[in-house]
């Protein structure tokens, strides 16, 4: 007699053509995660930190250089017609050369617009590690489903094989090679479920929080690209982060020429001093014992100009590097580009193909499978072939989905924007 194969064994087989479009109990906002990592990721607060500090450098370049005050004392009065002179105090200002603080300043406020250039980076870099993480947490869970799925239609198997052994149409050995796939499954199961905790820990420790804090499994996301895919070059030339500071790196270099350049002319030196003077030991001249004031200017002498000539050379070179930089950090990131979107495309037809040719059609074989074992029409091995080719599809579409949303992320981290909707 013809047994039919159970409702829920068919209900199963339907879900692996719908896995990707389950409805879950709850979706995570990933805007959540990134907001959490932005706040409390360590590697961006150090950037946060070094970035005030340079901003601080920036103040120190413009200030003046500290008055100096001279105190002296002479151990034998100088003898003077007004008086003997006993002890001096002076107070002298350097001014350096007009336009030296600003130009300094300018250099460090550079320092200040690199720095913020690579916070932006690190911020990229974490952001985009959240989202692979988050699709990876997301990943081991459908595959938790995929082999749960796995091992129930191999349990149905294993009945079924039952069944006909009691009914004398199938070896004992049958039922043990189905045994043997049986016990593969839950061990395939257990690796999944222990697998979770470490990739929990690993997105915690990218939101700056506890090893131990619970996180509920995201869905895993459907991800694709909603900007043209010849726009990205342009984009990441106007947002990377990594040409924004290159960029700032040549306008430093240059500005450091010009400041090599006012190192020909001279700093000056204002000074003023007294001179304490007591009164005049005989007779009583005009001003006895009145303190002379003494005005003075002094400058270095720039006598050194080869010294000078190569520090301008060493500037020009720098910025000439900084510009070559630049232009290769340029192609490198036009072939990461073109290297990421050749993975997406790769992984976007990879899910199409499972989706809407492989699945439907290894489903239709597994359920035709299984009515000929029941019929006796078909061995255990040729079935188990046909339960392992729907596995191994299900695995394989769920990381075609995966590797498509990593992809993105990669590429988001490139071009320094946002490049899908990540909360759909």
Known sequence: MKRAIPRHILTLLALTILLPHRLF?????????????????????AAKSRVQGIRQKARQSSSLPDPRMGIEYYLEPVETRTGPQEAAVSLSQTL?????????EKVARQDAAMAEARLAATRLLVASRVKQSYVE???????????????????????????????????YANVLKIQIELARAENRLQTSRDQTYSLMVNLNSLLGADNDRARPVPPLPDIILTTAEEHLLELAREHNPKLLEARESITKAQL??????????????????????????????PDSGKDPIIAGISFNIPLFQDRRHAAVEEKEAMAGAERTSLNQEVRSLEADIQQGLFRYRNATRSRSLYNDTLLPTIHQQVEVALEAFQNGRLSVQELLDAE????????????????QAIEVAKLEELVGATLADWQN
């Open 388 to 403: 392992n080719n729907l596995l191994q599809f299900q695995l394989a579409r769920s990381r075609a989905l995966a590797d």
């Open 256 to 285: 450091g020429v010009d400041l090599a350049q006012k190192d020909f002319y001279p700093d000056l030196t204002l000074s003023v001093k007294t001179i304490f003077t007591g009164n005049a030991e005989f007779g009583n001249p």
């Open 25 to 45: 109990a709850a979706s995570l906002p990933l805007a959540d995660y990134l907001t959490e990592a932005i706040e409390h990721n360590e590697n961006i607060q």
């Open 137 to 171: 947490y997301a990943f081991n869970t459908e595959n938790q489903t995929s082999f749960a799925e796995s091992l129930e239609l191999l349990k149905y198997m294993e009945n079924v094989a039952r069944t006909r052994y009691a009914a004398g149409t199938v070896d």
């Open 96 to 104: 350096p050369w007009p336009g030296k603080l600003s130009l300094a």
